[in-house]
C-alpha cells in the first residue's frame, strides 16, 4: 500500500515534444506529490509538486496533473528540449509522516 | 544548488569497515532525512531527524545508525559494511517535521570491495 508505481521507465522524445511520465499509488492518506530531476551525478532536485486540492499545476513547461479518483498523476514536460533529458521520480507523501516514498524513476532521453 | 551539502562525495572502503557520511542541511531547516539510492532498490528511506531527536525510521539496517548534533548537521554510520551496501546516500532537509518539500543534497557514493 506504501508503494507508487511509475511508468515507463524510460522514454525517448524528439525535441520540441511533449513527454508524459505516469504515477499511481494505493495509499489514500497520501496528500503530497512531488516531483524530482536527477541529472547523472547529482541529487534530486525537486521540480514541482501538487496537493490533491487542485487538479493541475503549471510551472512553465512542466506541468502536473492529478486525478484523486484513479489514485494517479502525471508529469508533462511540453517542448521538451535535450537538456531536460534526466531521470525523473515521482514521489509522495502524507501528512504526519516523515519520508516520501519515490516511483522506480523513468530515465527521459530528448533528442535534438 | 540546494544548499544541502554532503562529505566525501566518494568513498571506498572494504567489507567489513565502518565509514561516516556527513551531511550539512539548508540554512534553516530543522529536519534532515537519510535516503539510499541503489539501482535495484530505487532510492530508499532510511532515517530522519527533526532538531536533533531521531522522528522517522524506514529500511534502515541495524548496523546503520545516524545522529543530529545540535549544529543540525547529521552523521550517517554504516558499521560490518557488506558488498551490498554500495550505493548513492542522500540527504535531504526540509524545514518542517512534515517532510514536504525536501532538498536534496548531491549524495555520496560508497564503494566497498
Known amino acids: 500500500q506504501q508503494q507508487v508505481k511509475q511508468s515507463p521507465q524510460s522514454l525517448i522524445v524528439q525535441k520540441g515534444g511533449i513527454s508524459i511520465i505516469n504515477c499511481a499509488y494505493e495509499?489514500?492518506?497520501?496528500?503530497?506529490f512531488p516531483w524530482y530531476q536527477q541529472f547523472p551525478g547529482k541529487g534530486p532536485a525537486l521540480l514541482i509538486a501538487?496537493?490533491?486540492?487542485?487538479s493541475e499545476k503549471k510551472e512553465g513547461r512542466f506541468t502536473i496533473s492529478f486525478n484523486k479518483s484513479a489514485k494517479q498523476f502525471s508529469l508533462h514536460i511540453m517542448d521538451s528540449q535535450p537538456g531536460d533529458s534526466a531521470t525523473y521520480f515521482c514521489a509522495a507523501g502524507a501528512s504526519g509522516a516523515r519520508q516520501l516514498t519515490f516511483g522506480s524513476g523513468t530515465q527521459l532521453t530528448v533528442l535534438p | 544548488d540546494s544548499g544541502v551539502t554532503q562529505t566525501p562525495k566518494h568513498l571506498i572502503t572494504a567489507t567489513g569497515q565502518r565509514v561516516t557520511l556527513r551531511c550539512s542541511p539548508r540554512s534553516g531547516d530543522l529536519s534532515v532525512y537519510w535516503y539510499q539510492q541503489s539501482l535495484d532498490q530505487g532510492l530508499q528511506f532510511l532515517i530522519q531527524?527533526?532538531?536533533?531527536?531521531?522522528?522517522a525510521k524506514g529500511n534502515i539496517l541495524e548496523r546503520f545508525s545516524a545522529q543530529q548534533f545540535p549544529d543540525l548537521h547529521s552523521e550517517l554510520n554504516l558499521s560490518s559494511l557488506e558488498l551490498g551496501d554500495s550505493a548513492l546516500y542522500f540527504c535531504?532537509?526540509?524545514?518542517?517535521?512534515?517532510?514536504?518539500?525536501?532538498?536534496f543534497g548531491p549524495g555520496t557514493r560508497l564503494t566497498v570491495t
Open positions: 501538487i496537493r490533491p486540492d487542485v
Open positions: 531527524y527533526y532538531n536533533g531527536e531521531e522522528r
Open positions: 535531504a532537509s526540509s524545514v518542517g517535521l512534515a517532510g514536504a518539500e525536501q532538498y
Open positions: 495509499n489514500t492518506a497520501f496528500d503530497y
